[in-house]
Structures are given as structure tokens and as C-alpha cells.
């Protein structure tokens, strides 16, 4: 039978407007000259992608609403995808350079993916300087998060410039919807059941009020949750109060996106991971801190707190059926210390507020997210998680922006032949994350860094790659 959609996988759609997408994608950077005839068609990524979507299943399925919305959809296989719409070609005018390359992808991140169809496009771009190529991959994140996100490109990628054949299992049957009473009937059945995974929902959740955006910002929520951990509930460690300023990038943002990328050495990361004690993370955090502190300070935007960061925390899960890869994510708020001045104090500030975290989610990790979702009935969760999106955005923010950090390989990959030179992450910005979105992705060597932004929140977003470049640079110059 086919697989539903967990509360938390459906919330990624109820949530989206023409504003708030709920797609993440990557964009491969390619050197052509290994590739047959020294060049990359359209024709060779569609049959390589057609040759290995049994390797990917969110690639080949497709969403099924059940009647009268009554519980979340479901995950239905595609029998008969429809290649040629899915993987599209255009080319870059000269001279075809990075700047040139973000606009396009800007551009191509705004638009939302057709939900009648499996929720992906590729598109492959030719135009760019020095002979290079670029593929852009979006899917939607209902059905992908960081983790599997890799897992999708691995499958389309080869360690060396020949391609490796795979053949599809030949006994393999799709998957036969579920038909249309047995949908309604599991649908009635979550409803009747609903009141209880409130109050699960909110017997979970008091012991930990103090890690949840938003709720965690209203007076008296820390004293609440360590008096519900002092009368018998989990020991965990205490989070301090965090309050979110305003800034440039907080509020409603625009459909409208820009986006900028760029790649520092992971070997110099490294070199100020050892010298400082701390983890690569940490550096990386660092560095965004850094770079926003130059960017506000030279619009004398400067708050006098530290920045919230939302730092999603994915580990791969599985649906209840089996063998589709679920989102199970951990939303970690930690300080960014722009209002610290010094780059080895900074640092170590950073350090500081990671460990706190990891101690609380060592201790347990974080349910709050999933278990709020399934507390709410799915007939109306669409309109609750727009409503919700408004409030925050309007009252307080959750958090002043996303930044991620994904691991990848430290090995060359291929595609249809030609060599991946850079991989660089393409996320999500809302209402309630702030307009600004920082996603790093290690490969073969180097961090790439793709940053996305609310295009009139945040015009100048090539300037945060020269940012982060310096802000490394100050910081291996800086001793411990």
C-alpha cells in the first residue's frame, strides 16, 4: 500500500504561499571535459536520471490528497513520469559569470513546483564562464530533507568520468493507491483520535517550553519549564532565555529571491578548529557571525543582543511503511555573538552556546516538532500553520535566520561523466525564519556556501561571500 505523509513531512506543505516555499535544492557546478564529446545534454542527464529514479524515491512519487482534506496525503508511485517536463535546458548570456548564474537561480528558487506531478525539476544550465555547466536540482522538502537530499545526489553520481550501469530491480511492482473509502475511513479514524495526541503534545511539551520558538521568548516560560522538571519530569539541562531583535531581515518577506554562493578551504577551517579546540561547526557558525555583525554594523543596524539562529538538526528517519526516507528534524536555536567584537571570543562564544545544546539534546532528543504537528487535526493544520506563520512574523520572531551545515564526501564525484566541481546548498526562508537563509554543504575538500535571501531585505548578498572569506582569514590570523 502506499505510504502517508507524516504530520511534520505534511506541515512543509500546508505552510507554503506565494511568499514561504518549501523547496531546497543544490546546484552542481560541472567541468564538462571529461565528459563524452567534452560536453553535458539534456538527453544524458534525462537518461541518466530515468536509468537510476528507482535509486530515488522521492523522485518518482507523487502526492495523493485524500477526500475533503480529512488527514494528510499520501506518497503514490508515478507509473509514468514525465521526463521531459521534469528536466529542462536554458543557457546564460555572455559572459555568463557567478553573479550572472545566482540571478538565475534566484529566480528559478521563487517558483513553486506543481503538486500534481512528482514534487522535482532539474534544470541544466549551459552559459557559464570558462567552459563550465550547472545543473539545478529542487525538490520539495515534504519529501526530502539534508540528509536524503545527499542520499538523491549520490544516486545521479559516479566516482570516476565512466558512469556505472544500474539496472532496476525487474520484479519490482508499484506500489497500488489506497483506495478512496480506505482513506476516508483512516482519516475519521485520526480525528476521533486527535484529542489525545494533544494532550501527549502538551504533556511533552511543558517540561521543554523553553526550547520552542516563540514560546520560549514569553516571560516566566524557563522558571515554568524547570518547575515541571523539578516535580519528576526528564532531567534536562537548562537553555537560557533568548531574545530575538529585530533586524533588516525580520518580517514578512516577498515571493522575490537572490541568491549568492561561494567555497572556503576546509583544510584552513580545520587549521582554526584545532587551534581554537572546537568543532568544524562551531567555525562555520563563527564565520556567519562574523559576516552578519559587518553587514549590520555597515547599516548601523547592529542590535545590541546576539542574533537567534535556527539551526535544523535532520537525522535520518523512516515513515511508518518502511522504506521512504521521512524529515525528522531537530530545530536547535543558539546565539550568534555579533555583539561581540573580538574573532577568537566569538568563537568561543559559539562554542559555548553549541555545547549547551548538544547537552540538551544528548539528554533527550527533541520530540516538540513532530508531536505538535500530529496534535493537530489535518483538516485543518493547512490554515492553523499559515495562521501561525502570520502571528510569529507579526508579534515576535522565532529566530533571525537558518543556517545549516551538511556533511557530504571528500571525494571527486561525477555526472553523466563530467566532474562536480562545487556542490552548493539552495534553501528555504519564511516569514517566521527571517529573509536570510546560510546552508554549507563540504565536498572534495572545500565548504560551498550558498546563501539565500529576501531579494529587497537583503540586496547585496554577494557581499556576505567576501565576508566570510575575510572572517576566515581574520580568524587564522587570531591565536587562541
Not at 517558483?111 to 545543473?135: M, N, T
Not at 523553553?210 to 522558571?223: A, R
Not at 572546537?278 to 543582543?305: F, G, H, I, K, M
Not at 555583539?339 to 566569538?346: F, I, M, S
Request: charged fraction near 25%.
Amino acid at each position: 500500500m502506499a505510504r502517508q505523509l507524516s504530520a511534520l513531512d505534511a506541515q512543509f506543505l500546508n505552510f507554503e504561499t506565494s511568499a514561504n516555499l518549501a523547496h531546497i535544492a543544490g546546484l552542481a557546478v560541472l567541468d564538462p571535459s571529461t565528459a563524452p564529446g567534452g560536453e553535458v545534454t539534456r538527453e544524458a542527464l534525462i537518461g541518466l536520471i530515468r536509468e537510476r529514479v528507482h535509486l530515488a524515491p522521492p523522485l518518482r512519487r507523487r502526492l495523493l490528497q485524500v477526500p475533503f482534506r480529512l488527514d494528510h496525503p499520501y506518497w503514490v508511485e508515478d507509473r509514468e513520469i514525465d521526463f521531459d517536463y521534469h528536466v529542462r535546458e536554458i543557457a546564460l548570456p555572455r559572459p555568463g559569470d557567478d553573479h550572472q548564474l545566482g540571478e538565475q537561480v534566484a529566480r528559478l528558487h521563487g517558483r513553486r513546483l506543481d503538486r500534481r506531478r512528482p514534487l522535482w525539476e532539474v534544470y541544466l544550465i549551459h552559459g557559464l564562464s570558462g567552459g563550465r555547466v550547472a545543473v539545478y536540482t529542487k525538490v520539495h522538502h515534504s519529501a526530502i530533507d539534508g540528509v536524503t537530499g545527499a542520499e538523491v545526489l549520490a544516486a545521479l553520481m559516479d566516482l570516476g568520468p565512466e558512469p556505472r550501469r544500474e539496472v532496476a530491480p525487474s520484479d519490482s511492482e508499484p506500489e497500488a493507491p489506497p483506495e478512496t473509502v480506505e482513506m476516508i475511513a483512516r482519516g475519521i479514524g485520526r480525528v476521533l483520535e486527535n484529542p489525545g495526541a494533544a494532550v501527549r503534545f502538551l504533556a511533552g511539551a511543558m517540561p521543554r517550553l523553553d526550547e520552542i520558538p516563540v514560546i520560549s521568548q514569553i516571560p516566566g516560560t524557563g522558571l515554568v519549564s524547570r518547575l515541571v522538571r523539578g516535580i519528576g519530569a526528564e532531567p534536562l539541562p537548562s537553555l537560557p532565555r533568548m531574545t530575538v531583535p529585530r533586524t533588516p531581515f525580520s518580517g514578512l518577506i516577498s515571493p522575490h529571491r537572490r541568491f549568492a554562493f561561494g567555497t572556503l578551504p576546509l583544510a584552513d577551517v580545520k587549521r582554526v578548529k584545532n587551534a581554537f579546540g572546537v568543532t568544524v561547526n562551531d567555525v562555520v557558525l563563527s564565520l556567519c557571525a562574523a559576516a552578519l555583525r559587518r553587514w549590520l554594523v555597515q547599516r548601523d543596524d547592529l542590535p545590541r543582543e546576539p542574533l537567534v539562529a535556527g539551526i535544523p538538526i535532520s537525522s535520518r528517519g523512516l515513515s511508518e511503511g518502511g522504506d521512504i526516507p521521512a524529515n525528522e528534524v531537530v530545530l536547535a536555536l543558539a546565539t550568534l555573538p555579533t555583539d561581540v567584537a573580538d574573532p577568537g571570543e566569538r568563537l568561543r562564544g559559539v562554542s559555548r552556546s553549541m555545547k549547551t545544546v548538544k547537552d540538551r539534546y544528548a539528554a533527550a532528543p527533541a520530540t516538540w516538532l513532530l508531536e505538535f504537528s500530529e496534535a493537530m487535526p489535518a483538516a485543518l493544520s493547512g490554515l492553523a500553520d499559515r495562521a501561525a506563520f502570520r502571528i510569529a512574523s507579526r508579534t515576535a520572531p522565532a529566530m533571525n535566520l537558518m543556517v545549516s551545515n551538511v556533511p557530504g564526501p571528500q571525494f571527486p564525484l561525477y555526472m553523466c561523466g563530467a566532474r562536480l566541481l562545487a556542490h552548493y546548498p539552495v534553501s528555504v526562508i519564511t516569514d517566521v525564519s527571517g529573509g536570510i537563509n546560510i546552508t554549507v554543504f563540504s565536498y572534495d575538500g572545500s565548504l560551498d556556501v550558498g546563501i539565500v535571501v529576501d531579494r529587497d531585505m537583503v540586496p547585496d548578498v554577494w557581499d556576505f561571500i567576501d565576508y566570510l572569506r575575510d572572517a576566515l582569514d581574520e580568524l587564522s590570523r587570531t591565536g587562541p
